[in-house]
C-alpha cells in the first residue's frame, strides 16, 4: 500500500498542486445544502421520487475533482457522484432540475436525476452514467484506451490525460469492474479507479462483496496495477494519497486503484431507514463526519469561524436560488419524446462518435462500379474494412483473435500488418469489455468496429449493448455512441446452441441499434460502409454460412458504395405471393420461387429486406397489396421472432389486400441443434418454403 506523500507544489492537475481548501469547502456546503433540500423539502412534497444523499462521500470526491483538469480528461460516475459534478462545473439549478425531471438537467426529465452526464466539447467530461451499477466501468476504459490512441496514433496532446472510474464497494463485485481492471491494466492505461468504500451496498455488509471487505488490500499482487489505500474524510492525508495516485496515472506508470473509506451518513437512498445497521455503528460513523473534519482542519488554521458559516450560508442562499430557477424550468413537450433514439441530421451529438468530432465522413455513392470477378462475403467485408481503415485515421478494429490470426473466420486477416497495432488489436477474452470499450472509445471520438466471435458471445456484453444504444436518447442527444459491432453467426453445416444462433430479433427490440443483415457480398460492402460512415451503433450481422457461399458471391462494388439502411431488394419479381425474408434463407427461397414457377404454381416476389433496423415497410406492403399473400420466413425462433413484427405490420395495415392468412416458417423454438439432421428438420428449408408457399397460392 503507498505511504502518503507530503504535497509539493507543481503544476495544477498531476496531482503536486497545492488543494485550494477554500474552494473544497464552498463546494462541500453547497453539496450539502443541496442534499438537504433534497431530503428534507422536495422529497417529503412529493417533487422528486430518487435521492442518493452523498453525506460522506463528499470531500474525497471534492478533492479528486481538483485534479481533474486536463481538457481530455473524464470521468465515468454513479448515483453518488454529485459533490464530483459540482467540482466539474455543475451549478445547483442544474444540479437540481434533473431530479426534478425538468428540461435540461442532462437528459430533459428522461432519466433519473441522480444518473448525471457532462457533455462539454473543451474540459474534462462526465461520461452517461448508468443506473446499473458497474456499468460505469468498461466505457471509462475505453476514455483512456482513446487517450493513448489519440496521442501516439492521432498527435493530440492527451499523454498526461487521464480517466476515471468513480465506484462504490459494491460495484467492485460486478463483472463490468473486473473487466475494466482487465483492459486497464491489460492495456496499462491511463485509468484511475476510484473506490468509495462506505462498507456496504444498500444493507449487504463489504465482506459479501470483496473476500475481507477490502478491495484495494485483494488486489495489492495484481500486476500492472499501483494500490492506494486510505481514509476519504481526513482532509490533509486523504488530498495527499488523491494527490498521489493522480500523479502514478498521469505519469504514466500504469492504472491504479485508490479506495477511501468513507461513511454513508444517510441510508442507501432516502426511502431507506437503514434498521440493519446497528446504533453504535451509526453513532460511530457520525464522528467521521468529513466535514466536520475538514472544519476542524481549516478553521481557524486556514479560515475563520466566520468565513465558514458565511460559506455555508452563501450556498444556502445558492441553492435556493438555483431551486427556484430550477422548479421554473418547464417540462420537455410530450411530443419529443421519442426524439433523439437515432441520430437527427439537424443536430449534431455534442459528445461522442465523428460528428461529436466536428468530422463529416463522406457520404459515398449509390451506384455499383462493378469490378472484374466475383468475390465471397469474406473478402468483401475484409476487403471494406481495408478501405475505410485507410480512409480513416479514427477507425480501429478489435476483438477476440482479429489481429495475428485474422478472426476465427478470416474476415480481419492482413489488416493488423497493413494499418497496425494500435489500429487492429486483440482483446482479452471478455465480451463486457470489448462492447464497453467500444462504447468510451466512441464518446471519445473514435469510430470502434469490434467483433463478437460468434453471436452467442455477445450475451456477456447484453448490459452494455443495451446502454449503448439508449445513450443519445437518454442524454436528449449530449453523447451518443455510434460503434459498429460485426457479428458472425447462424448455421454452418452443422448447428450447435453456442455458434449458430441467429437471435437477430433482440437487436431490433433493443432501442437505438440499427440492424443489417446481407445475403451477399455487395450488400455487404454496401451496409458496412454505410454503417462505418454513420453516426448510429450498428449490430453488422456476417453470416456464417454466407461467407463462402457460391450464392452470396458478387463483384466488388467499389471503394466508395453505400447501401443506405432500410432499402428491401426485390429479388425476383411475382404478383401471386409475397416471401420477406433475409439473411441465409434468401437463397434457399430463391431455390423454392423457381420450382414453383416451373411447376405452374404461381409467379412468387421475393424480399431480402437485408435491414430489419430500419425494415423497408413501404416495399413488404407495396407487395402484399398486390399479391394479397404473404409467407415471412426466417433462422430464427417462432415465437416473436421478427417475423411476428412484419406479420403484424402486414394485417395491420394491408388487412382488405389480404386473399391468405399471413403465414410464417422459423426455427422450432430450441436452439440450433449440432447434428445436420436434426438442424435440417428445424431451419426452413427450399423444399419447406415451396411447400408453405404453395399451401398460401392455393388457399
Ligand atoms: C446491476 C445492478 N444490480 C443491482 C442494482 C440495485 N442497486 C442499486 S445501488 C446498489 C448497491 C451499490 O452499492 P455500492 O456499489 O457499494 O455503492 P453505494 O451505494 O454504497 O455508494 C444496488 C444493489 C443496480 N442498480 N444495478
Ligand atoms: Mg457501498
Known amino acids: 500500500m503507498a505511504a502518503a506523500t507530503p504535497l509539493s507544489a507543481t503544476r495544477v492537475g498531476d496531482g503536486s498542486a ?34 442518493f444523499s452523498a453525506r460522506g462521500h463528499d470531500l474525497a470526491q471534492l478533492l479528486l475533482a481538483q485534479q481533474l483538469t486536463h481538457p481530455a480528461d473524464a470521468v465515468d460516475g454513479y448515483y453518488r457522484s454529485r459533490p464530483m459534478m459540482l467540482g466539474l462545473g455543475l451549478d445547483p439549478e442544474e444540479a437540481l432540475a434533473g431530479p426534478l425531471m425538468k428540461l435540461g438537467g442532462f437528459s430533459d426529465g428522461r432519466d433519473i436525476g441522480v444518473v448525471f452526464n457532462l457533455a462539454r466539447r473543451e474540459g474534462p467530461k462526465m461520461l452517461p452514467m448508468c443506473g446499473g451499477v458497474g456499468a460505469q466501468y468498461t466505457p471509462i476504459a475505453g476514455w483512456a484506451q482513446a487517450l493513448t490512441y489519440r496521442h501516439r496514433s492521432l498527435g493530440e496532446p492527451c499523454e498526461e490525460a487521464m480517466a476515471v472510474a468513480m465506484g462504490g464497494d459494491g460495484s467492485c463485485a460486478t463483472n463490468g469492474f473486473w473487466s475494466a481492471l482487465n483492459i486497464a491494466t491489460t492495456q496499462r492505461l491511463p485509468m484511475l479507479f476510484f473506490i468509495e468504500d462506505n462498507g456496504y451496498g444498500i444493507s449487504v455488509p463489504a465482506t459479501l462483496q470483496s473476500p475481507g471487505g477490502n478491495i484495494a488490500a485483494n488486489l495489492a499482487s495484481y500486476a500492472g496495477l ?71 482542519c481549516l478553521v481557524p488554521a486556514r479560515m475563520s469561524e466566520t468565513a465558514w458559516r458565511e460559506q455555508a450560508e452563501a450556498a444556502r442562499v445558492e441553492v435556493e436560488a ?18 433523439f433514439v437515432f441520430s437527427d441530421p439537424r443536430e449534431a451529438q455534442q459528445v461522442g462518435g465523428l460528428r461529436g468530432a466536428g468530422i463529416t ?12 470477378g466475383r468475390i465471397n ?38 489488416l493488423a500488418e497493413r494499418h497496425g497495432a494500435q489500429r487492429v488489436f486483440d482483446t482479452s477474452l471478455n465480451e463486457e469489455g470489448i462492447i464497453g470499450r467500444a462504447v468510451g472509445m466512441a464518446m471519445a471520438g473514435l469510430l470502434p468496429v469490434p467483433e463478437i466471435q460468434f453471436r452467442k458471445y455477445a450475451d456477456p456484453a447484453e448490459e452494455q449493448l443495451n446502454d449503448c444504444g439508449t445513450v443519445r436518447w437518454r442524454t436528449g442527444n449530449r453523447f451518443a455512441a455510434p460503434v459498429v459491432v460485426r457479428m458472425p453467426g447462424g448455421f454452418f453445416r452443422c448447428g450447435d446452441p453456442w ?8 437487436w431490433a427490440h433493443a432501442v437505438g441499434w440499427k440492424l443489417a443483415f446481407p445475403s451477399n457480398a455487395e450488400d455487404a460492402v454496401g451496409l458496412l460502409r ?34 443506405p439502411f432500410g432499402q428491401a431488394r426485390v429479388v425476383r419479381p411475382g404478383d401471386d405471393l409475397t416471401i420477406v ?32 433496423v430500419p425494415w423497408d415497410r413501404a416495399c413488404v406492403l407495396e407487395s402484399v397489396n398486390r399479391t394479397g399473400r404473404c409467407l415471412i420466413v426466417h433462422e430464427d425462433n417462432l415465437t416473436a421472432g421478427f417475423g411476428a413484427e412484419v406479420a403484424a405490420t402486414i394485417t395491420d395495415q394491408a388487412f382488405f389486400a389480404l386473399d391468405a392468412p399471413v403465414r410464417r416458417l422459423a426455427m422450432a423454438d430450441i436452439p440450433s441443434p449440432h447434428s445436420p439432421a436434426l438442424l435440417n428438420a428445424v431451419v426452413p428449408s427450399a423444399h419447406d418454403i415451396e411447400r408453405g408457399a404453395r399451401e398460401l397460392l392455393e388457399f
Open 18 to 51: 497545492p488543494v485550494d481548501w477554500i474552494d473544497v469547502a464552498r463546494l462541500m456546503h453547497l453539496s450539502r445544502a443541496l442534499d438537504a433540500v433534497e431530503e428534507q423539502r422536495l422529497l417529503p412534497e412529493g417533487k422528486l421520487f430518487y435521492q
Open 377 to 414: 462475403m469474406l473478402a468483401a467485408i475484409r476487403r471494406t474494412l481495408d478501405a475505410e481503415l485507410a480512409c480513416n485515421e479514427r477507425m480501429v478494429v478489435f476483438g477476440e483473435d482479429v489481429a495475428a490470426k485474422g478472426g476465427v473466420h478470416g474476415a480481419t486477416l492482413g
Open 226 to 296: 499501483g494500490v492506494f489505500d486510505g481514509d476519504g474524510t481526513a482532509p490533509d492525508a486523504a488530498a495527499a494519497l488523491i494527490g498521489e495516485a493522480v500523479r502514478h496515472v498521469r505519469e504514466r506508470r500504469g492504472p491504479a486503484v485508490l479506495r477511501v473509506t468513507v461513511p454513508r451518513l444517510s441510508g442507501h437512498s432516502a426511502q431507506d431507514t437503514q434498521a440493519y445497521r446497528p446504533a453504535t455503528e451509526l453513532e460511530a460513523q457520525a464522528r467521521r463526519d468529513p466535514l466536520i473534519r475538514l472544519h476542524d
Open 499 to 506: 455458434h449458430s444462433q441467429t437471435g437477430e430479433v433482440k
Open 581 to 612: 425474408t433475409w439473411g441465409a434463407i434468401v437463397a434457399r427461397a430463391e431455390q423454392a420461387c423457381s420450382a414453383l414457377e416451373k411447376q405452374g404454381a404461381g409467379q412468387v416476389e421475393l424480399i431480402d429486406l437485408r435491414t430489419l
Open 322 to 339: 438555483g431551486l427556484e430557477r430550477a422548479l421554473a424550468r418547464p417540462v420537455l413537450s410530450p411530443d419529443q419524446v421519442t426524439r
Open 361 to 372: 465522413p463522406p457520404a459515398g455513392k449509390h451506384e455499383v462500379h462493378a469490378q472484374p
Open 530 to 563: 454505410s454503417a462505418l460512415r454513420g453516426d448510429d451503433p450498428v449490430i453488422f450481422f456476417e453470416h456464417r454460412s454466407l461467407l463462402d457461399a457460391a450464392s452470396a458471391r458478387r463483384p466488388y462494388p467499389g471503394d466508395d458504395y453505400v447501401l
